[in-house]
């Protein structure tokens, strides 16, 4: 078992939910030599946050968005506002999703699902870029 580690740097993105399956496929240099393992990506910030979802639908990452400023609304009386009014809000969307997910690998290949990608679920409205640790841990040969 060996274990790699990559750093991804995404540019700017507009608040929503953004599929990055293949940034950081990309970002993996050896991701096809490996046999069996698992990749662990971790977001290194508080206000946004990654996620698996459905990956087909264009509807999907809107709905999303709609639900979760339905669920943590900016119109809201935060004591935390001194980053502006998106910033709490982003923080309680980020705790909600989390800051990393763990996906299997399989025969060099991420083995997600049919309709799965991963999102970068930016919480901010106008926000910087956003930086990623990959860890695979796999068996290669």
Not at 2 to 11: A, F, R
Not at 96 to 112: E, F, K, M, Y
Not at 121 to 137: K, P
Request: net charge negative; charged share 20%; hydrophobic share 40%.
């Amino acid at each position: 078992m060996e274990i790699q580690q990559y750093h991804l740097s995404l540019p700017p993105h507009r608040r929503g939910f953004h599929l990055i399956t293949q940034d950081v496929v990309n970002a993996i240099k050896n991701l096809a030599e490996a046999r069996v393992g698992l990749l662990h990506i971790f977001i290194q910030h508080t206000s946004a946050s990654i996620s698996i979802n459905e990956n087909a639908d264009p509807d999907v990452p809107v709905d999303l968005e709609m639900a979760f400023n339905r669920i943590a609304p900016e119109a809201w009386p935060y004591v935390h506002t001194c980053e502006g009014p998106d910033d709490m809000p982003a923080h309680v969307k980020a705790s909600l999703l989390g800051n990393s997910i763990t996906i299997p690998v399989s025969d060099g290949r991420l083995a997600l699902g049919t309709w799965q990608g991963i999102y970068l679920c930016e919480h901010r409205n106008h926000a910087s870029s956003r930086r990623l640790v990959l860890t695979l841990q796999a068996e290669f040969g």
